[in-house]
Nanobody, 120 residues
Framework: QVQLVESGGGLVQPGGSLRLSCAASGNAFRVYAMGWYRQAPGKQREQVAGIGSSGNTDYAESVKGRFTISRDNAKNTVSLQMKSLKPEDTAVYYC??????????????WGQGTQVTVSS
């Protein structure tokens, strides 16, 4: 069994910063692309940022220049550094990863979600 466990959400004032982290755990697996998604109340889940196994990144237009995604392949972790946060960044943030377990096909895994609230 492979799990993604997130941490780092919370309440922050507009203009503030937060760092989200996500760790993949389990036995005999390989992680490929990783990313962060978010879902605000009444809206569809959207991709915020993604990072390939070689480190190539992409960002939603709404977060470019404010958010930075990074990963540590040795630890199977992905992080999202968020700065200059805005109230519209308020959402539940989900970690996502493409993982192949030994002897299995590639599958998509999701974390449990962590709430980020930007409010004064």
């Amino acid at each position: 069994q492979v799990q993604l466990v997130e941490s780092g959400g919370g309440l922050v004032q507009p203009g503030g910063s937060l760092r989200l982290s996500c760790a993949a755990s389990g036995n005999a697996f390989r992680v490929y692309a990783m990313g962060w998604y978010r879902q605000a109340p009444g809206k569809q889940r959207e991709q915020v940022a993604g990072i390939g196994s070689s480190g190539n990144t992409d960002y939603a237009e709404s977060v470019k220049g404010r958010f930075t995604i990074s990963r540590d392949n040795a630890k199977n972790t992905v992080s999202l550094q968020m700065k200059s946060l805005k109230p519209e960044d308020t959402a539940v943030y989900y970690c996502n990863a493409e993982i192949q377990r030994l002897g299995s096909l590639l599958n998509t895994y999701w974390g449990q979600g962590t709430q980020v609230t930007v409010s004064s």
